[in-house]
């Protein structure tokens, strides 16, 4: 059988309702040319018997306990022989049927990105290239992405974090293995809020630390640690000239104007 063009992967765990609604904007995509591979936790709520209404449009699923989630997603990987492969976990949804048909002509690099709707707004990356300190200051889009295989041979989530490993597969292949990158217009999903990532944003903020400590030399990690201390007061700015309409851009120049400013000053007073 030939290779198929996508393996999109769903994880989930114990979230009936979410997976229902990632199933079947997966299996209503009109583009054809893709297997569905389904890895559940050991789920009791009911989402088996959910996986199995659908069981003739899924192509391999399991039901058993597992480490957390990067390790069900290493699982997913393990089982995966498309192409390119996207993480659409359960409760996230593909953003129409069309978003397969209208990628898939963009494949030309290892790492593809797209955007996402969170709730009313678009959100994405926004540069034609991509390099460590967009990785510092943020992260990529996981569930808009789509990943040639071939990056997993090398590397796998690091089944040691709880939250960044995605952050950190995205360090180890962008940067140090210096992987093509392809940003595109796409809205590839429509992304639920209230994941781990986004509730634990202190255990997150730890797990980031210990990343640079293993992947970085002391002197790059003292780098981040003052642009952290520079950059946290400035970019809470935001949120709050964002409550006046039609700021938001405003407010946006402004911190960047204001980081650009500091850089210079700073640059003058080492001279």
């Not at 009313?120 to 540069?127: A, L, Q, R, S, Y």
């Not at 202190?202 to 030399?217: C, I, M």
């Not at 204001?258 to 700073?266: A, E, N, S, T």
Request: hydrophobic share 35%.
């Amino acid at each position: 059988m030939s290779q198929r063009k996508f393996s999109i992967i769903t994880i989930n765990y114990n979230n009936k309702e979410g997976l229902r609604k990632t199933i079947e904007s997966v299996v209503g995509q009109s583009f054809r040319d893709f297997e569905y591979i389904i890895i559940d936790g050991g789920s009791t709520d009911g989402s088996i018997e959910v996986i199995k209404e659908y069981a003739g449009k899924v192509d391999y699923w399991v039901s058993e306990p597992d480490k957390g989630i990067y390790h069900a997603m290493n699982k997913g990987v393990l089982q995966a022989h498309g192409e390119y492969l996207n993480f659409m976990n359960s409760g996230d949804e593909f953003y129409n049927n069309g978003v397969l048909q209208e990628v898939a002509p963009s494949l030309d690099s290892d790492i593809v990105v797209g955007k996402i709707v969170h709730g009313t707004e678009v959100w994405g990356f926004h540069k034609e290239d991509i390099t460590l300190m967009d990785l510092i200051r943020g992260t990529v889009l996981h569930q808009a992405s789509f990943f040639r295989k071939e990056l997993f041979d090398e590397n796998r989530y690091d089944e040691n974090y709880k939250i960044v490993s995605d952050w950190k597969f995205y360090i180890q292949t962008l940067i140090f293995n210096n992987v093509t990158f392809r940003n595109i217009r796409s809205i590839v999903c429509r992304f639920v809020p209230g994941g781990v990532s986004e509730t634990s944003a202190g255990t997150r903020d730890l797990e980031r630390r210990r990343v640079y400590k293993e992947l970085f030399p002391d002197r790059m990690i003292k780098d981040y640690i003052r642009l952290e201390k520079v950059e946290s007061p400035l970019l809470e700015l935001i949120p709050e000239l964002n409550k006046t309409a039609g700021l938001h851009q405003m407010a946006y120049k402004l911190v960047c104007a204001l980081l650009w400013v500091h850089g210079k000053i700073k640059r003058v007073r080492v001279k």
